[in-house]
């Protein structure tokens, strides 16, 4: 809503157990658990902690899930916003709005801010489409990279930021003290989907004849979120058939109906590229 400037989340539940697949990203994630826990450890050897990690990956593979589950593993809030949120914004509204956050968070550290679609701010400078249309964009990086400085490295806040276009950030935002480091989550493999599927079907009520594997390897090319999708789109197609269990067929026709979501939307955004 307008209201808000970004969202806070103070009692995260969600964990790594939450996660599932991503199990290299995990582990390297882990040491920002421990950072949050035990800065000291750290700090005792002269250790500079690190101030932000960068996520790059396709959309709907579990980045905003797994900087999540940092914050509840850690027990630490969880502050988040999208870069998206600052396109078209009034003049100073977005530089106003990272100060704001990092305000906020400075009060409640040790916590996570979570950046999502860092991309959409974090565009190289002067390579806007028009001259000029990117001065407010360019306000808000700038007014980020100097919150980011202006830190100290044991203030207990760390920032994990989301991108599936690396290439096209800031070099500024790369630099050591900044996003210095990088996990890639890929969209899973069938052992991955297998996984995923497993968290999803949880909740749900199923028939004998559900096939996990089957579901896994029917459904190459799907990010966790298309497998979220299905496994709810597959109930909701049970409760319309007035069954007791979620079948096979449900799962087949959700599947069909997620693949058909996904042609169009290609469909409507290849034509501009
Ligand atoms: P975007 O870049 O579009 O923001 P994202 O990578 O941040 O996407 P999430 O928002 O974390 O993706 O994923 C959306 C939903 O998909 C999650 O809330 C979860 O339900 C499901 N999901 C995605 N990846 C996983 C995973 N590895 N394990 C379990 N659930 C997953």
Redesign the pocket.
């Known amino acids: 809503s307008r209201a808000t400037l970004f969202d806070a989340e103070n009692k995260v539940k969600i964990t790594f157990n ?5 199990e290299e990203a995990k582990e390297e994630i882990k040491e920002i658990v421990e950072y949050l826990q035990f800065p000291d450890k750290f700090k005792k050897l002269g250790a500079k902690i690190p101030k932000g990690a960068l996520l790059v ?1 396709p ?7 797994l900087a999540k589950a940092v914050a509840g593993e850690a027990g630490v809030p969880f502050f988040s916003l999208s870069g998206s949120d600052f396109v078209e914004m009034f003049v100073g509204v977005g530089a106003a709005r990272v100060r704001d956050l990092f305000k906020q968070a400075k009060e409640k550290a040790p916590c996570i801010i979570f950046i ?1 679609e860092i991309d959409a701010v974090g565009r190289s400078r002067g390579r806007g489409a028009m001259p000029g249309s990117n001065d407010e964009r360019e306000n808000t990086l700038n007014s980020l990279l100097v919150e980011m400085d202006g830190f100290a490295t044991d203030s207990g806040i760390i920032i994990v930021a ?1 991108t ?1 276009r690396p290439d096209v950030l800031d070099p500024a935002l790369l630099r050591p003290g900044r996003f210095d480091r990088q996990i890639s ?1 890929d969209k899973p493999d069938v052992i991955g989907r297998e996984a ?1 599927f497993k ?2 079907l949880k909740p749900l009520k199923l028939s004998s004849d559900v096939n996990i594997q089957k579901l896994s390897s029917q459904t190459p090319g799907f ?3 298309e497998i ?1 999708n299905v496994c709810n789109e597959a109930a909701l197609i049970a409760a319309r058939r007035d069954r007791e269990e979620v079948t096979m067929q449900d799962f087949q026709d959700a599947m069909d109906r997620v693949i058909g979501g996904l042609e169009k939307k290609n469909k409507l955004i290849s034509p501009e590229e």
């Open positions: 939450d996660v599932a697949g991503l990956g959309p709907g593979t579990g980045k905003t899930l999502d989301a599936n989550i995923i968290v999803h990010a966790g979120a979220a």
